[in-house]
């Protein structure tokens, strides 16, 4: 299923996520780029993409499920990357309460594989 440019926004999330469109920098391809993304964000950055797509990851989901894994459209991976970053940001919005894992020093995580999906 290929959208047309009146049902994307214009970052290329369905229209019905238009609401999402203020975080379309998080729209990131790999973990790293959103790991470092996460480490240059504030916490107001964070909270607010948490605020907004965590009622909205039930839609997110039933949105993406309705295609193979495999054979995503652009447009419901550009989502699925979106909810990526929201797991990216999670934790250190409901635990942490900054961006970087607590007493870890200068100790990075750098995917060495991303997943197949």
């Known amino acids: 299923m290929t959208l047309t440019s009146d049902q994307m926004t214009a970052s290329g999330l369905p229209a019905e ?3 999402l469109e203020p975080f379309a920098a998080w729209i990131l391809e790999t973990q790293d ?5 996460r480490l ?4 107001d950055e964070m909270q607010a993409l948490y605020d907004t797509m ?3 990851l039930p839609a997110v989901i ?34 942490w309460k900054q961006a970087r894992v607590p007493d870890s020093g200068a100790a990075a995580i750098s995917c ?4 197949l999906v």
Do not use: G, K
């Open 17 to 19: 996520f238009a609401d």
């Open 33 to 37: 780029a959103r790991y470092a993304h």
């Open 40 to 43: 240059a964000s504030s916490m």
């Open 54 to 56: 965590m009622p909205r």
């Open 62 to 95: 039933a949105y993406c499920d309705q295609f193979p894994i495999d054979d995503l459209p652009d447009a419901a991976h550009r989502l699925m990357l979106l909810a990526y970053s929201l797991i990216q940001a999670s934790f250190p919005v409901e635990a």
């Open 112 to 115: 060495i594989r991303e997943p």
